[in-house]
């Protein structure tokens, strides 16, 4: 119990006269589960945590962004160089036998989480809650070739499977909902300068709070994100695989046809999923010979922009079933400093013999803003002088 800043055998029971837990501003009823202690004094901090679901391990485990989870103060994965000292026996060049130290490297591995880790240990919290989300403005997938604006739905609901019943509503998605999340503002679709990204707010009002004493520590969050109906949310081709990389050869000239290079994917992709402009990024490059160079280039953190050689205009109706593709393209590693593409010698001859790998859209993701609140030790008693 030493480690704790309440006691949990001291319970608070609530009469029908009594000020609601919900209500902050009375400090006495906020620390009532407190060890007493005068030389103590406790303070409400509030906690910011950002969650970006780029960060999640997207290829093995949460493929999905709409279906993720989040750890606090999660291990990761390390390597490590063990060396181990030995004695071995060895002939010297006068033919004598001797005792020589000899010394073996072994490379080894320490497999983390693969969840999405935040790199903070949170304790004794007292509250909660969902403050505001973006989320891609783009079609979800309903199967069978069907798409559905995300406006087109009231709200979206956030289940949380380690909290609920933070609202209470007139159906069992909206039961076990931990927030429910409207646009902030008015957008209107097929405008020239369409938003890629919706924000929205929680129409959840107050905070899952954790009572009569605080939630001792926050180890994951395990998050899934629905329609009003309890649907659960999914982009037809968030993530994609490689099946080829060649050189563009729509030129004559081997030098243009090498300032971009073509992507060929295993998947067929929908034009609602990927547009032009939006940023990709390459994880798990492997090839038949290594090529540092080529992979180096592809899983560049800062991702590379989709390009695709003719225009695209949504179909209506029936048409847009059909309205697929397993091609775009990427700039080659070049300058423009002469206003035209000089592509950098290493790349002009690589090999994409047997190469494979992974492919997220970056514009196809979800960001998260979570207010949490614990209860922690003031300073304020601390007497501290300037010498």
């Given at each position: 119990m030493s480690n704790l800043l309440y006691n949990p055998d001291h319970i608070v029971y609530q009469t029908d006269n009594s000020e609601t837990d919900s209500d902050f501003s009375e400090d006495e009823n906020q620390q009532s589960f407190l060890v007493k202690n005068d030389d103590v004094k406790y303070e409400i901090n509030k906690i910011q945590v950002l969650v970006d679901t780029t960060n999640r391990d997207w290829i093995n485990s949460y493929k999905s962004v709409f279906d993720f989870q989040v750890r606090f103060n999660a291990s990761e994965t390390s390597v490590e160089d063990i060396r181990t000292t030995y004695l071995k026996h060895v002939t010297n060049e006068h033919g004598t036998d001797v005792t020589i130290y000899d010394e073996r490297s072994e490379i080894k591995t320490y497999q983390g989480s693969n969840a999405l880790s935040i790199p903070i240990s949170i304790k004794n919290i007292k509250s909660l809650y969902l403050e505001k989300m973006l989320i891609p403005n783009r079609k979800v997938y309903l199967e069978e070739g069907n798409y559905v604006n995300l406006?087109?739905?009231?709200?979206?609901?956030?289940?949380?499977?380690?909290?609920?019943?933070?609202?209470?509503?007139?159906?069992?998605?909206?039961?076990?909902?931990?927030?429910?999340?409207?646009?902030?503002?008015?957008?209107?679709?097929?405008?020239?300068?369409?938003?890629?990204?919706?924000?929205?707010?929680?129409?959840?009002?107050?905070?899952?709070?954790?009572?009569?004493?605080?939630?001792?520590?926050?180890?994951?969050?395990?998050?899934?994100?629905?329609d009003n109906m309890g649907n659960q949310l999914k982009f037809r081709n968030e993530q994609l695989e490689i099946e080829k990389i060649e050189y563009e050869n729509s030129s004559s000239d081997p030098a243009v046809s090498k300032n971009f290079l073509k992507i060929t994917t295993k998947t067929y992709f929908s034009r609602l999923d990927y547009l032009e402009g939006d940023i990709i990024i390459f994880k798990n490059i492997k090839l038949d010979t290594i090529n540092s160079t080529l992979i180096n280039y592809l899983e560049r953190e800062s991702g590379h922009k989709i390009?695709?050689?003719?225009?695209?205009?949504?179909?209506?109706?029936?048409?847009?079933?059909?309205?697929?593709?397993?091609?775009?393209?990427?700039?080659?590693?070049?300058?423009?400093?002469?206003?035209?593409?000089?592509?950098?010698?290493?790349?002009?001859s690589m090999v994409f013999t047997g190469i494979r790998g992974n492919i997220l859209n970056k514009n196809l993701q979800v960001i998260m803003y979570f207010t949490i609140e614990n209860v922690e030790k003031s300073f304020v008693n601390l007497n501290s002088q300037i010498i």
């Open positions: 406006l087109d739905f009231p709200l979206l609901s956030i289940h949380i499977d380690e909290f609920s019943n933070v609202v209470y509503g007139s159906n069992s998605n909206l039961n076990n909902s931990f927030a429910n999340m409207t646009a902030l503002s008015s957008i209107y679709i097929g405008t020239p300068t369409l938003q890629k990204f919706i924000e929205l707010k929680n129409i959840t009002r107050l905070p899952k709070v954790f009572k009569p004493v605080p939630l001792n520590t926050l180890n994951t969050l395990t998050i899934k994100i629905k390009f695709f050689s003719t225009a695209f205009t949504e179909k209506k109706n029936i048409e847009s079933l059909n309205d697929l593709m397993n091609v775009f393209y990427i700039t080659n590693k070049s300058s423009h400093t002469t206003g035209t593409f000089d592509v950098d010698s290493d790349y002009t």
